[in-house]
């Protein structure tokens, strides 16, 4: 009553949580919090299709979300409903992502969103979990938009780092890490980082059929526009992608992973 005024000087950052589990082919758990949904279309299929909503729009320095999915004798496809977005941060805050994923007893869980699209100035730190068992398999993509191509925004400074680790039986299979940190403009040009591309994509796979994977992907290879590279060993694949313009790399993903035999493209992809 004296006139004074009280500022609170704190930025309002978003939270969410999303977590499904599916159990010998039916939902056993669904919960969901904040600015995280999990939406679940009807498919005409054994494959349960799961779709993340980011209902904030996109991510920023301080926001934090955390998503996982268990599999137990089930089929899962993970999928988001739109592109992520990374938006400029006005503090030196790191938003933070984790995703953590399970796959037991004969389980086959893909983890296929749509592309990541960092912005100039975005800070973001990702890590990826999955723990599978020797029966089950796991199908991970990630791909990234270096900066709004349709803006005229050229990448030139932001912080992203990406953390994957994948483990059969509790034993590390395969590690990803990637770290684009402050003037990062330099790198995505040269040959030995992006290459100029406005897209970069990383698929892995982890499973009993790493060699059937390769054969269905290298029959589609020449028709592709992207740079592609596969490679196939002990029980694993990888994938690396390039791609000059996104439109063009995210419809040679599409290819990609419709040419896998029992794969569908999720459906939000063509919408």
Not at 79 to 96: F, K, L, V
């Amino acid at each position: 009553m004296d006139g004074t005024v009280t500022v609170n000087k704190a930025l309002q950052r978003s939270r969410g949580e999303a977590g499904l589990g599916f159990r010998d082919g039916d939902l056993a758990r669904l919960h969901q919090r904040g600015a995280a949904k999990a939406l679940l279309p009807r498919t005409h299929s054994s494959v349960h299709e799961a779709v993340l909503v980011n209902t904030a729009g996109g991510i920023t320095g301080g926001d934090r979300y955390d998503y996982q999915c268990e599999a137990a004798a089930s089929r899962v496809v993970v999928t988001t409903q739109a592109a992520e977005r990374a938006y400029r941060s006005s503090t030196d805050d790191i938003a933070g992502m984790d995703v953590r994923l399970a796959a037991r007893r004969g389980a086959a869980l893909h983890w296929l969103p749509q592309e990541t699209i960092l912005f100039e100035g975005s800070r973001l730190a990702r890590h990826i979990e999955v723990d599978l068992d020797s029966s089950s398999e796991c199908l991970v993509l990630e791909s990234l938009v270096f900066g709004r191509h349709a803006m005229g925004e050229a990448l030139q400074s932001c912080h992203f780092t990406d953390q994957w680790r994948i483990r059969v039986e509790g034993r590390l299979v395969h590690a990803e890490s990637l770290s684009l940190t402050e003037e990062i403009g330099a790198a995505l040009a040269a040959s030995a980082g992006a290459a100029g591309a406005q897209m970069s994509a990383t698929l892995v796979y982890v499973g009993p059929r790493p060699e059937q994977l390769q054969a269905d992907i290298s029959a589609v290879l020449p028709s592709l526009a992207s740079r592609v590279a596969v490679s196939c060993w002990q029980r694993r694949l990888a994938l690396r992608l390039l791609a000059a313009e996104t439109m063009t790399g995210k419809a040679d993903l599409s290819r990609i992973i419709g040419s896998i035999r029992g794969q569908h493209v999720p459906r939000v992809w063509q919408t």
